[in-house]
């Protein structure tokens, strides 16, 4: 790692950790892998984080990166393009590193008290997201939605479970049927086709 400064340094800590967890998932991730990325010595990474801290620092960027590039960043989109994108790209294959961190995220969060803030505050982060995009459909007229933020809880309660059962090695149920399910209950909450 070239000389830097030290904000520097925990920004590139933190970049490679992102890589490592996304690659590995947060249960698989060590210290040793992220240090190996950066082609340092283990002491450099522990100088500036604590593992728990790293992991769950890295897990709220990654989510909050993904909840940016689907939703927030997008604020200028109609809201029915924007919640059609997300149904039709739940399941994809490149969401399964993203499900899989928020399924570790929430057993991990069992016995480390930093990722588990971490994954309720991306928890929350995400519902704020999602209600927004929903009350801003009922605002231009895309749907009818009496409760954003109830339909918002329920949907991240769909999305969660179908894509834990996607990622079910050999599971019965197809990434297809799981978009079909999706749709029906965003249809059922929002009144609207996608």
Do not use: N
Not at 33 to 44: F, I, Y
């Amino acid at each position: 790692m070239p000389r830097l400064k030290g904000a520097d340094r925990r920004t590139l800590i933190l970049e490679a950790a992102e890589r490592t967890i996304l690659r590995k998932g947060l249960a698989a991730a060590t210290t040793r892998d992220v240090t190996s990325d950066l082609g340092v010595a283990a002491g450099l990474l522990a100088h500036y984080f604590t593992w728990s801290a790293l992991r769950a620092a890295a897990f709220s960027h990654v989510i909050g990166a993904d909840i940016e590039r689907s939703v927030t960043g997008r604020m200028g989109e109609a809201p029915e393009t924007v919640l059609a994108d997300l149904v039709d790209g739940a399941f994809s294959v490149e969401a399964d590193a993203l499900w899989r961190l928020w399924l570790e995220a929430t057993e991990l969060g069992l016995s480390d008290a930093l990722l588990a803030e971490a994954a309720s505050a991306a928890t929350d982060r995400w519902h704020e997201s999602l209600s927004g995009l929903l009350a801003r459909g009922q605002s231009a007229g895309a749907w009818t939605c009496p409760s954003p933020d109830e339909s918002s809880w329920r949907i991240i309660a769909i999305l969660l479970g179908l894509a834990g059962l996607c990622l079910i090695p050999g599971s019965p149920l197809s990434r297809d049927a799981a978009t079909h399910h999706l749709r029906i209950a965003v249809r059922h909450e929002c009144g609207t086709s996608a």
